[in-house]
């Protein structure tokens, strides 16, 4: 078996298929077998035992080699499905993951970047795995993949999309109060649609008017409510212009909640916390500068 002429799917399916096919064989016999012994051998019919062998040797013999075979077969199956999931095909299109709670955010090699996993079809995707906070979990149920994605540890996961759809990706370990949230989609295109998908200018651009948007994608509001309700960050709801108190080196510090400081929170969470709040807030290094804008004037709004 050649690893390299399969897809992850190819991979997976038929290993799980070959096991929970002998797994249902065996339980059919063993239960057969002893049904039928119970009946044969039942006490209203042989009331006690006449049989005086000791052993068997064919039947012990069989009984070690047949399940012998077996679980190398599954051995040998496993272990060729595994280096296909490890071997990444050579011509396969690069783009980085980045998880963080309770988001997504997918880069591509020319800098564009997406909350969702836009591939082409029919050619295999890389996808380098990078947390920003904690550990999550990279699942895509219909490709058969799920990798850890673990603070400073490198990781990939590759797959390839047979046909266009949309596909779900999950965070698969618990990551905290909005892990049931930390959900997008693989898009897979035909492939001239995802060339003049990657090559084209972003949607939305940052600016004042798609600040709520920019918020949802990054997974602000995962952490920071818009109605005035606790969070695990403090809600927007009337926070510009207000007066906090945060905590500086350990110390407490009154300030005003205007663009400096909010723009600094966002670059540096860590280095004003707000009084009863965790500092789990990650550092979030790929907004760019007008990002950073539009989601201040966003939280400006919110009142």
């Known amino acids: ?4 002429l399969l897809t992850t799917t190819d991979a997976v399916d038929p290993v799980f298929k070959f096991i929970f096919g002998a797994c249902i064989l065996l339980l059919g016999g063993i239960t057969a077998t002893v049904l ?4 044969r051998y039942r006490r209203s019919r042989a009331p006690e035992p006449t049989s005086q ?7 012990e013999t069989i009984w070690i080699v047949l399940p012998s075979i077996l679980v190398m077969a599954m051995f040998w199956y496993g272990w060729a499905g595994y280096l296909t999931l490890r071997e990444v095909p050579k011509n396969a299109l690069p783009v980085t993951a980045t998880a963080r709670m309770w988001s997504w955010n997918f880069t591509y090699a020319n800098g564009r970047t997406s909350p969702k996993l ?3 079809v029919g050619k295999p995707v890389v996808v380098d795995l990078v ?7 990279f699942f895509l149920p219909a490709f058969r993949v799920k990798r850890d ?10 797959f390839v999309a047979d046909k266009a759809g949309s596909y779900d990706l999950f965070c698969s370990q618990y990551c905290g109060k909005g892990h049931s949230a930390m959900i997008t989609t693989v898009e897979a295109l035909p492939e001239a649609e995802f060339i003049a998908w990657l090559v084209q200018p972003e949607e939305g651009q940052p600016t004042k008017h798609d600040g709520a948007k920019l918020a949802k994608e990054k997974g602000c509001l995962a952490c920071h409510s818009l109605d005035g309700s606790r969070a695990v960050g403090p809600t927007f709801k009337g926070l510009y212009g207000k007066k906090q108190t945060v905590l500086q080196d350990g110390k407490p510090l009154t300030v005003m909640v205007n663009d400096a400081y909010l723009r600094e929170s966002i670059r540096f969470p860590n280095a004003k916390l707000v009084e009863g709040f965790q500092p789990i807030m990650p550092t979030v290094s790929d907004l760019k500068d007008d990002e950073i804008e539009a989601l201040v004037d966003f939280i400006e709004e919110v009142k």
Do not use: E, R
């Not at 078996?1 to 390299?4: K, S, V, W």
């Not at 039928?36 to 009946?39: E, G, I, S």
């Open 53 to 59: 062998v000791a052993d068997n040797i064919w039947l």
């Open 131 to 137: 947390s920003s906070d904690i550990l999550h979990g």
């Open 118 to 120: 836009v591939v082409p």
């Open 1 to 4: 078996m050649n690893p390299a």
């Open 36 to 39: 039928w012994f119970a009946f």
């Open 149 to 158: 994605v673990v603070p400073g540890m490198k990781n990939h996961a590759w």
